[in-house]
């Protein structure tokens, strides 16, 4: 099993994104060219459970990781936002859902791996 490690985390490297796992929203705070996966739970069903974390060696992980800044670290929660905003007026969210059509192509290219 090959694992990287952050400084602080230990993370399994897959090539694909477990049905039960999301994006972890760390930003740049991820070793550079790999995608953080968490599972998620606890009373509020937002603490991420560090003995499962995983992460996929990706080129792009970073296209990803610029574009869930807003809560959208799915598929389906991508494709929900950019269908919903995607005529939206307001400068800012037109960005987004631009910065989401991108991450979205990569996010499609790990799905079709499995």
Not at 43 to 52: A, H, I, S, W, Y
Not at 61 to 67: D, F, G
Not at 68 to 74: A, D
Request: a positive charge.
């Amino acid at each position: 099993m090959n694992k990287i490690i952050d400084g602080k985390y230990t993370f399994e490297i897959i090539d694909y994104i477990p049905c039960d796992y999301v994006i972890w929203n760390v930003g740049r705070n991820m070793v550079d060219g790999y995608l953080p996966l968490v599972q998620l739970g606890g009373e509020d069903g937002f603490q991420v459970n560090t003995k499962t974390m995983k992460a996929i060696k990706l080129k792009d992980a970073q296209t990803i990781l610029n574009a869930i800044g807003w809560g959208q670290n799915t598929i389906k929660q991508m494709e929900t936002y950019i269908k919903r905003y995607k005529n939206s007026k307001r400068k800012m969210t037109q960005q987004h859902v631009e910065k989401l059509k991108v991450a979205l192509k990569v996010m499609y290219s790990i799905d079709d791996r499995r």
